[in-house]
């Protein structure tokens, strides 16, 4: 089996979203350096160094700063408020210490607006509820949504974006695979598309010449729904389905599981 998994699409779909609906996105400079993007937010809770966070990012202190900042940047991308993100927050903590109050809540989702000046994205999406909009066409497909309140709207531009961008992905992977007799993706299997991982099946004796056929092709689909802030995949090899499977070479370079 071979996994491609892109890396963080719905931070990079919102960056490109938030770029055209506003002419900016720090989201997405922060994408393009290439930051960790929960390392910045969490040195920011810390008080510290991007560079400080980044290389203490498995010890304690840090990595619980990095998990409730993986936590703010995906939850309030959608207009989380503050209850709901305290919520989120208590329900996956594994530990008392890890939980959080209200006034933490508060000051952490001020902190994340203030981190990546955020706040033209919800106001645009606030003007268009104003001005009685509920339905829109998505960015770059076309596909019509409706019938949606304030946190549809935060989230549909990026999420819908990202739906759209791993569907075009996929039916790449799909024309190649079942159509194109000189491609290495030929005569294999697509067997799972999970949000925005697609497993593909190989044989054995071309799977490394295939996993970086499938990876490209999905890329290239993807980064024309995300032009300006480009996400990257890598593929891993495994004899079944791992979710935490990373790429792992052989002597000569080869991907093998």
């Known amino acids: 089996f071979c996994s491609v998994d892109f890396n963080s699409a719905e931070l990079h779909a919102f960056a490109q979203a938030e770029f055209m609906l506003t002419g900016k996105s720090l989201i ?6 290439p930051r960790d993007l929960h390392c910045h937010l969490a040195a920011a809770i810390l008080g510290c160094s991007y560079e400080e966070a980044f290389a203490n990012k498995a010890n304690e202190k840090y990595a619980r700063a990095r998990k409730i900042a993986k936590t703010a940047n995906f939850g309030f991308l959608g207009g989380c408020g503050a209850q709901r993100f305290m919520d989120m927050t208590n329900k996956n903590a594994k530990k008392p210490a890890d939980k959080i109050d209200l006034a933490t809540a508060e000051r952490l989702r001020a902190l994340w607006y203030d981190t990546w000046q955020t706040k033209p994205y919800f106001a645009y999406v606030s003007d268009l509820l104003r001005d009685g909009a509920t339905t829109i066409e998505q960015l770059f497909s076309g596909r019509v949504r409706g019938k949606m309140g304030f946190t549809d709207l935060a989230n549909t531009f990026f999420s819908g974006l990202t739906a759209d961008a791993v569907k075009a992905a996929l ?25 925005d991982e697609v497993i593909q099946e190989f044989p054995i004796e071309r799977a490394h010449e295939g996993a970086q056929r499938q990876a490209a092709v999905m890329v290239a689909a993807y980064n024309r729904y995300t032009p300006e ?8 090899l495994m004899k079944a389905w791992l979710k935490q499977a990373e790429p792992v070479f052989d002597s000569s370079g080869r991907l093998r599981p």
Not at 28 to 33: R, S
Not at 171 to 186: G, V
Not at 229 to 236: G, H, K, L, Q, Y
């Open 28 to 33: 997405g400079e922060a994408l393009n350096e």
């Open 171 to 195: 039916w790449d992977l799909t024309y190649e695979t079942y159509t194109d007799a000189s491609s290495p993706l030929f005569g294999s299997n697509i067997l799972l598309t999970i949000h």
């Open 229 to 236: 802030f480009p996400v990257r995949a890598e593929p891993a």
